[in-house]
């Protein structure tokens, strides 16, 4: 049987899932229909941030206030606080030290 590998774009998915009521989803039945027939090799989630330029700011997707200010990888400023926007509460999904 051929074999596949599943790459699941973690952003785009969390998204899709929070318009959708954020369903709880089983990751092996989810790639085995994403395979469609063919037998799963392998299963890659990756989730990153798009990319933004030289001088890189990330708004928040209820208030559209700057969230993230980055300078190369560092952060330089953040308004996330446990996983929300400081100014609204929306949910920021991803891990923010
Ligand atoms: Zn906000």
């Not at 049987?1 to 709880?24: E, H």
């Not at 989730?47 to 708004?59: A, E």
């Amino acid at each position: 049987m051929p074999l596949s590998a599943v790459y699941i774009d973690g952003g785009y998915l969390t998204n899709v899932l929070r318009a959708l009521g954020k369903p709880r989803i089983d990751y092996a039945q989810f790639a085995a229909w994403c395979a469609q027939g063919f037998e799963v090799f392998r299963v890659y989630y990756y989730d990153c941030l798009p990319y933004q330029g030289p001088m890189p700011s990330w708004s928040c997707p209820g208030c559209n206030a700057r969230l993230v200010y980055r300078k190369g990888l560092s952060i330089q400023e953040s308004s996330i606080l446990d996983q929300e926007c400081e100014f609204c509460g929306y949910e920021i999904a991803g891990a923010w030290d």
